[in-house]
């Protein structure tokens, strides 16, 4: 039983463009969520988060939006650079326990 | 953020032998998790090491098979026991700061042949 799901395995887009990673999860007690970036051969980097009462959160390149009705997340890259290729995961957790359930992370290309 | 270290970084290991990973943190810390990616896989909670207690395992893994130690609030130790090629993996300890978030170490490539 997957709790945290990212249907797309790879995503291309071109520089400049906007790059959108989605992941929806099933278990209505996650309270936080995160998106990680990671390269071969590296640890998962934290880039953002988002606690469940928002909707909504912005870091410079990087938007993450949740829709908790649609147990839904996206991750918004504007605008997509070349070193911006990686594995992107996202996570969930609960604060009751501090465990974080991963997806199958999404692999983006950006293109020159 | 945290600066953490992983020891050691690779390694190739023959059946049925053990390897110890070392995890290090640049300051105390309450909770480390240790985590297993398996190739093309996503990462998979192993435990929770806390100081002072002993780690709690997540469904489908124990401690005959992967013993954690956490003498200090620094400091962690994963043990892969009894290895076989399906113990094959990136192992990745991690650390919570700021809230929930959690920081995770550079991993240990275990390769076991």
């Known amino acids: 039983d997957q709790q945290v799901k990212q249907n797309s395995p790879s995503l291309s887009v071109q520089e400049g463009r906007i790059s959108i990673l989605n992941c929806d999860y099933t278990?209505?007690?996650?309270?936080?969520f995160l998106w990680y970036k990671k390269y071969p051969a590296e640890g998962p980097t934290f880039l953002i988060s988002?606690?469940?009462?928002?909707d909504k959160n912005e870091d410079g390149r990087f938007t993450v939006f949740l829709n908790k009705s649609a147990k839904h997340l996206s991750l918004h890259i504007v605008p997509s650079q070349p070193g911006d290729s990686a594995v992107y995961f996202c996570?969930?957790?609960?604060?009751?326990?501090?465990?974080?359930?991963f997806g199958q992370g999404t692999t983006l290309q950006v293109k020159p | 953020s945290a600066v953490i270290s992983q020891k050691p970084s690779r390694d190739i290991c023959q059946r049925g032998t053990s390897l110890t990973i070392q995890c290090q943190v640049d300051?105390?810390?309450?909770?480390m998790f240790w985590y297993r990616q398996q190739p093309g896989q996503s990462l998979t909670l192993i435990a929770t090491?806390?100081?002072?207690?002993?780690?709690?395992?997540e469904s489908g893994f124990v401690i005959d098979k992967f013993p954690i130690s956490r003498p200090n609030l620094t400091f962690s130790t994963l043990t892969v026991s009894n290895m076989s090629p399906e113990d094959s993996s990136i192992y990745l300890c991690?650390?919570?700061?700021?809230?929930?978030?959690?920081?995770f170490g550079p991993g240990t490539r275990l390769l076991v042949l």
């Open positions: 090491a806390n100081q002072g207690s002993e780690a709690t395992y």
């Open positions: 278990n209505s007690m996650f309270d936080y």
């Open positions: 996570a969930a957790g609960s604060s009751n326990t501090g465990k974080l359930i």
């Open positions: 300051s105390q810390v309450t909770m």
């Open positions: 991690s650390v919570e700061r700021s809230g929930e978030t959690q920081y």
């Open positions: 988002i606690s469940s009462i928002k």
